[in-house]
């Protein structure tokens, strides 16, 4: 049985701490720029709320000297890409419950957003998420715009335009498979010139749109 965790919202339509995934689903999901994070037992929780966020968010690691009190102003990072999208992924076991975002890592705004998926991994998530950034650039012209992903894996079924995965086909995960098979299709039937580039965590801390469970 999995232990109990306490979800701390420190931006949302509501802010506070709960006590499962789903309320505090319910004050993140389409909140631009949501700032959230799991803890193992109340107090931990308690005292993170009460604490600063980014001590627990890691948001400014290596960068404090471009960040202001609320947000990290990455168009100043050098070796960024100004402009570009980041995009993430975050899965409650393997397989487990997946959903993905994207993010415009300049104003922090989420720009789309997708799941949970059930019986997926965090790799699919994370390789959704690039095609579904491609193909969202795509339909608005803006074919020069970059691409972040933390996720090596992801970035290589990318550019093989072809996924490795031992779980096995389910009626659960039926929706996941299909958005996959939906996601190969649309990449052998368009082509792309934005950049796809690695996030480098070490150098720039975690990728904006990390969903902060870590």
């Known amino acids: 049985m999995a232990s109990k965790k306490y979800y701390v919202v420190w931006a949302g339509h509501s802010t506070g ?12 999901k389409n909140y631009p720029g949501a700032r959230y994070k799991s803890f193992p037992n109340q107090a931990e929780a308690i005292e993170a709320y009460r604490g600063n966020p980014d001590e ?11 960040r202001s009190k609320s947000e990290i102003n990455y168009d100043a990072i050098p ?16 397989p487990g419950p997946v959903e993905y975002r994207g993010v415009d890592i300049s104003t922090g705004a989420q720009l789309f957003h997708v799941g949970p998926l059930q019986g997926g991994s965090n790799n699919m998530g994370e390789f959704l998420a690039l095609v579904h950034a491609l193909a969202w650039l795509k339909q608005r012209g803006l074919n020069n715009v970059a691409i972040y992903s933390d996720s090596r894996t992801a970035l290589a079924w990318l550019r093989n335009r072809r996924i490795k995965t031992t779980i096995a086909p389910t009626a659960a995960n039926a929706p996941i498979r299909a958005l996959l098979d939906r996601a190969l299709k649309w990449l052998a039937e368009n082509t792309y010139t934005n950049p796809i580039k690695k996030w480098d965590t070490e150098e720039w801390g975690e990728i904006p749109a990390d969903f902060g469970r870590k």
């Open 56 to 66: 627990y968010l890691k948001l400014f690691k290596g960068i404090v000297e471009h």
């Open 17 to 28: 701490i709960f006590d499962s995934w789903e309320e505090c689903q319910l004050q993140i």
């Open 79 to 94: 070796g960024l890409l100004p402009g570009s999208i980041a995009v993430d992924a975050a899965c409650s076991g393997n």
